[in-house]
């Protein structure tokens, strides 16, 4: 049957409370699944978030609220895309597709904060949900394929590759010889530096210290808005910089798993704590992804 936009009183009525109720049950999922990796984690258990982390990198322009209904609903799922997106790429929706039902906010003008941007400034006022569609229930024209290099190791591919990273990173990146300060890398948020002795023989790790190091200065260091007690402590600081090393790492085919797993299970059972930092990495992989692609920089998919 066709779709009828409601017309009368009663039927808009209808429709915003049928919305809302539908609103109500994604929020809903989305705390049930935050609570339930949060419980794992507190029975030592990380492999269910691990899964989740590499899946999220697919989807990084999305807030984390939204990769985690992506993943409850189209696991499988490479891209997504709204309904008029798909055709802007030459593809059309199947036919009785299962829609994805993500969170859209509800903003409305902020008339008491100053413009941004030369702009009006908004606020949110609630959320609302929309439709997008999984790659799979699509067909039509080849997907355009992004520039994609898998790390090797040693070879020269994967020491080119992490020159070409660390020359797109926003702050300078330098190697020191010999012990230096007994780690394998190190930032004072205005520089990175990287232990030659310790990285330079094993270029894929070396990538995994660089991406920790470049979270560090994304996520933890003063400037940009960050004030120093809103920083959390030092064992988080390094636990997200970590997980967002694993994501970052995950795309250029680095398994990192076992130098994170146990690490990640000290979020334990506390829900409220794994959201935050689970928000906070979403953001600073995002941030560098999107610092790469503006270089030029290769992009991996991200691994399934």
């Not at 009368?8 to 049928?18: G, V």
């Not at 994604?26 to 984690?41: G, K, P, V, Y």
């Not at 941004?116 to 569609?133: L, M």
């Not at 790390?151 to 020191?176: I, K, M, N, Y």
């Amino acid at each position: 049957m066709p779709y009828k936009k409601p017309s009368t009183p009663e039927e808009k009525e209808a429709a915003r409370e049928a919305s809302q109720a539908v609103t109500q049950e994604l929020m809903s999922r989305i705390d049930t699944c935050a609570l339930r990796l949060a419980e794992q984690l507190g029975a030592g258990a990380s492999d269910e978030l691990l899964t989740f982390m590499r899946f999220s990198a697919r989807f990084h322009t999305y807030s984390l609220n939204n990769q985690l209904l992506i993943w409850l609903q189209a696991p499988e799922a490479a891209h997504v895309a709204g309904f008029q997106a798909w055709r802007g790429l030459g593809r059309s929706v199947r036919k009785g597709a299962k829609a994805v039902r993500v969170l859209a906010p509800l903003v409305v003008p902020d008339h008491e904060a100053p413009p941004v941007n030369g702009r009006p400034a908004q606020r949110i006022v609630g959320f609302k949900y929309s439709s997008i569609f999984a790659d799979y229930d699509t067909e039509g024209d080849p997907l355009p394929s992004a520039a994609f290099m898998v790390v090797q190791g040693g070879d020269d591919g994967t020491c080119a590759l992490l020159r070409s990273l660390t020359a797109a990173c926003p702050v300078p990146v330098r190697w020191e010889d010999g012990e230096g300060r007994g780690a394998h890398g190190w930032t004072d948020g205005g520089q990175i530096v990287l232990c030659r002795e310790k990285c330079d023989l094993e270029p894929a790790h070396a990538l995994r210290v660089f991406f920790h190091e470049w979270a560090h200065v994304s996520l933890h260091f003063q400037g940009a808005g960050k004030r120093a007690e809103d920083l959390p402590d030092r064992q988080t600081r390094e636990l997200e910089a970590d997980a967002a090393a694993y994501v970052l790492s995950s795309f250029y085919g680095v398994e990192t798993t076992a130098a994170v797993a146990d690490y990640i299970t000290t979020w334990g059972g506390n829900a409220e704590k794994l959201h935050a930092s689970m928000t906070r990495i979403g953001r600073a992989v995002s941030s560098i992804l999107g610092a790469l692609r503006c270089q030029g920089e290769p992009v991996a998919r991200a691994a399934a």
